[in-house]
Each structure stands twice: as C-alpha cells, then as structure tokens.
C-alpha cells in the first residue's frame, strides 16, 4: 500500500480541507499526478465526477463534460497538488509509484473505489488489484487499457475500457499475487477456472448460448488466446 510521510499526511489534510474533498481523493489524485510525473493524472473519483484526465496547461476532461465548474474545480485542485508533489516527498520509498510490487514495473494507468485499488502496468503486460491488502495479478495480453469501472453493490464488477471497449475483468487470467508475479515473457499461466455445478438453475441454456457467442467474439479480436477460449468453452458446454 502506498505509504505518505508525515508532509505528505499535511498536504492531504490541508487539500482535504481547503477544496472541500475527501482525504482519500486527495490521497488517490496525489498518486494518479505522481505516476503521470507530476504534469498529468488520470483518474476515477466519484467525488470528481468518475472518470477524468487533467494534464498541465489547462486540459481538464470529467464525466459530465459540460459541467464547467467541475472542470475548474478539477483543474484548481490539480494545480495545487502538483505543486505540493513538487515542493514535499509525498509518499514514503516504496518498490514502485503507487507502492505496487516492483516486478511490475511503472503504472500507466490506476484508480481506487472503497477498498479495491487497481493498476495497469504496460511494459509488463499486467493488471494488477489490489483488495482488502491483498494484491493480485491478471495477464492483460494486447490490450490497451485506458479506464476503469467498478458496479456498485454485491460484488463490486470492474470492468476496463480497451481499444476493443469494455472488457470484464473474469475475462483475463490470474497469473500471480504478491508471492508469485510472472516475468512479462513467461507463457500466461492456465486460467483458474471453477469447476461447473452439476446444475445451475440460475442459468438457462439460451444464456449459455449467448455466453458462448461472446467468447467466440473475444477470441475472434485476440482478446482470449486458443487455449483460454477453449477452457471457457468447455466450462459452459459442460452447463448444458
């Protein structure tokens, strides 16, 4: 987990207060800004309207794209933390930015929602979730990620957006946690997939149809690999 120092702890406070947000979106727009080295931040903060960007020399996107003074509230608080970030030691050393593993290398892109954090490591090709502490580790092949959703209610679903648009996160692979993190050319390890229930009422065969459509869709884009879209085919051929 991403560690502040005591200054670090100051500047949330005080930018907690003096722009009327949460410490903990000061505290996650502070790491969106110093993995974008200060002069940008990508990010998604209810607080802040979702889904945003905001780079040095006044571009600002939100969600609600024409809410001009929630772009001037952005921009504002974004000015003044990249200041912070230039004037103080804000976080603690740590392995990576972001106090993710370092085998992972340089985040490109991450966000937080309640007790979930999340990061997208390019160079490595990995997607890495944090949750309650606990870090784990999805092979994220050729995609392209570029943001984050989360479903509220039971369960939490994150989704991320791609070059090939929304892509559920059981659609990619575990292949390590905080004990075991796979070298970027090592071979995607075999999906954890969860034995299919002798019945499954809940699921009628039209949604196994359809299900299955979908996937030959993914593996069509080069989303899933043979051996994946075989698994998952097996799993739901088995359902019926």
Known sequence: MTQLTEAGRSVVADHSARHNVSPETVTQLLIALDTGGGRQAQFNLPELGGMGQWAQGGM?????MFNNGLKG???????DLAAALRANTIFAPAGTTGGWPADLGQPASQGSQNDMRYAWFPDTRRLAISENGQVTVYHTADLQISGFGQAQGQG?????????????????????????????DAAPAKPVVPAAPQSDPAVTDDQIFTRLERLADLHQRGVLSADEFSVKKAELLARL
């Open 60 to 64: 600002v996107m939100v969600g609600e």
């Open 73 to 79: 509230r952005v921009d504002a608080l974004c000015r």
């Open 156 to 184: 939490q679903t994150l989704t991320f957006t791609s070059q090939y648009g929304t892509v559920p996160l059981s659609q990619l692979m575990i292949v390590g946690g905080e004990d075991q993190i796979a070298t970027p």
